[in-house]
């Protein structure tokens, strides 16, 4: 059974760090590609980071970029987010999502087809 | 960056109904187009991906069409407990995945 464990959500201070961390079993997790998902109060879903299998390609929304990590263990099947320089609109439940590639008719399609359970981050004073 | 339109934002109908949500994308994505389903206080779960296949434990209600830019999501015989949110999400641009901004589905 896939399994998708976030943890290391909270409230920080405008400026501050906090590191998400999202462990997983039940799947061969150095062949995926992993990605955050976030979502704000009341508001829809936004990808904000994304990570190659290998570890080597990477991307960032522009919300996120140049304050955001994002990296992976392959040999503890984990991928993390650190999370810099916060600010309020960062507020969001955070979610680790497993995206699995599969070949329909000529197209290789992804899909984002395994969820954690979410974890929220508060950024307030 | 591809942008993903949907409409409506909010549908009201009723057990029983068919329904229709429509998702537009900026730019050609062929059929690289999923549809999720979310409701109150759950992650989102997989529906439908590349377009029109349906997702392993869907019911056969749902429906996916569309390539190109113009995407559809239908819910033939609306059940009680499909009353939610669904987002549609484009997965073209490598690791650059982008989803639409959501259409909840209300009781009539």
């Known amino acids: 059974e896939v399994q998708l464990l976030e943890s290391g959500g909270g409230r920080v201070q405008p400026g501050g760090s906090l590191r998400l961390s999202c462990a997983t079993s039940?799947?061969?997790?150095?062949?995926?590609?992993m990605t955050w998902v976030r979502q704000t109060p009341g508001k829809g879903l936004e990808s904000i980071s994304t990570?190659?299998?290998?570890?080597?390609?990477?991307h960032y929304a522009d919300s996120v970029r140049g304050r955001f990590t994002i990296s992976r263990d392959n040999s503890e099947k984990t991928v993390f987010l650190q999370m810099n320089s916060l600010r309020p609109e960062d507020t969001a439940v955070y979610y680790c999502?497993?995206?699995?590639?599969?070949?329909?008719?000529?197209?290789?399609?992804?899909?984002?087809?395994?969820w954690g359970q979410g974890v929220l981050v508060t950024v307030s004073p | 960056d591809i942008q993903m339109t949907q409409s409506p934002s909010s549908l009201p109908a009723s057990v029983g109904d068919r329904v229709t949500i429509t998702c537009r994308a900026s730019?050609?994505?062929?059929?690289?187009l999923n549809w999720y389903q979310q409701k109150p206080g759950k992650a989102p779960k997989l529906l439908i991906y590349?377009?029109?296949t349906l997702e392993s434990g869907v019911p056969s209600r749902f429906r996916g069409t569309g390539s190109g830019t113009d995407f559809t999501l239908t819910i033939s015989g609306l059940q009680p407990e499909d009353y939610a949110t669904y987002y549609c999400?484009?997965?073209?641009?490598?690791?650059?995945?982008?989803f639409g901004q959501g259409t909840k589905l209300e009781i009539k």
């Open positions: 999400q484009q997965s073209y641009s490598a690791l650059k995945y982008t």
């Open positions: 999502v497993r995206a699995r590639g599969t070949l329909v008719g000529r197209l290789i399609v992804t899909r984002l087809d395994h």
């Open positions: 990570i190659g299998g290998s570890g080597s390609g990477t």
């Open positions: 730019q050609s994505i062929d059929s690289h």
């Open positions: 590349a377009s029109s």
């Open positions: 039940g799947f061969p997790f150095n062949t995926y590609t």
